[in-house]
């Protein structure tokens, strides 16, 4: 099994520009999250999803948008990139609520 | 809000030494993981804990949930070079999982 698939795996971006972080998950799990990583603070939440069509905010979701139109996939839009959203993004299933989770492999992204 | 707190944040063990991660947490929950993440790499589970007093033990590491003081333990025992990681724990407040800032480990021989 594939597991939670992210991509790309790197990216860098100019300030302003868009983008779309993909996630897929193949495990049939009702929940999915983002988070991002920085040194020194954690994952901190960005959006979550309990189901298709169903999404809420986290604890920093600011500069970022998601949709769940499958249960299959969650993107994670960034509308204009800043400085301050250079991170490493992990995006996350479980079966329910927001239980143990799976992760994917990261995606490292670096705005200019 | 949901605070979790954990130390230390870094800790740097001889080989064969035993020691202790704390994990404290600032609201009521009975549901707490701990992850592992390699450097570079993503987080793997490595302990679901469901209830108060919940122990598991996997190898060299065996952590345990005390829900009334709102604290869980990842206690090392006769560390090996490969235990060298960060570890995280991460508290299940129903739809969002808080986590701490993380223990980088380092095991030397």
């Known amino acids: 099994n594939a597991g939670v698939t992210q991509t790309p795996k790197f990216q860098v971006l100019k300030t302003g520009q868009s983008m779309t972080l993909q996630c897929a998950q193949d495990?049939?799990?009702?929940?999915m999250s983002w988070y991002r990583q920085d040194p020194g603070m954690g994952l901190r939440l960005i959006h979550y999803?309990?189901?298709?069509?169903?999404?809420d905010q986290g604890e920093v979701p600011n500069g970022y948008n998601v949709s769940r139109s499958t249960t299959e996939d969650f993107p994670l839009r960034l509308l204009s990139a800043a400085p301050s959203q250079t991170s490493v993004y992990f995006c996350?299933?479980?079966?329910?609520?927001?239980?143990?989770?799976?992760f994917g492999e990261g995606s490292r992204l670096t705005v200019l | 809000e949901l605070k979790v707190e954990q130390n230390p944040l870094f800790l740097s063990m001889q080989e064969g030494k035993n020691y202790t991660i704390y994990c404290n947490y600032s609201?009521?929950?009975?549901?707490l993981y701990w992850y592992r993440q390699d450097p570079g790499k993503s987080l793997e589970s490595l302990f679901v804990?469901?209830?108060?007093?919940a122990v598991k033990q996997e190898g060299r590491l065996m952590a345990s949930l005390d829900t009334k003081a709102r604290l869980s333990t990842l206690h090392i025992t006769a560390a090996v070079h490969d235990l060298s990681a960060t570890y995280f724990c991460?508290?299940?407040?129903?739809?969002?999982?808080?986590f701490g800032a993380g223990t980088r480990l380092t095991v030397k021989p």
């Open positions: 996350a299933s479980s079966r329910g609520g927001a239980g143990e989770l799976f």
């Open positions: 495990m049939n799990h009702e929940y």
């Open positions: 999803s309990v189901g298709a069509g169903i999404t």
């Open positions: 609201t009521t929950s009975d549901r």
């Open positions: 804990l469901l209830s108060n007093g």
């Open positions: 991460a508290v299940d407040a129903f739809k969002d999982m808080r």
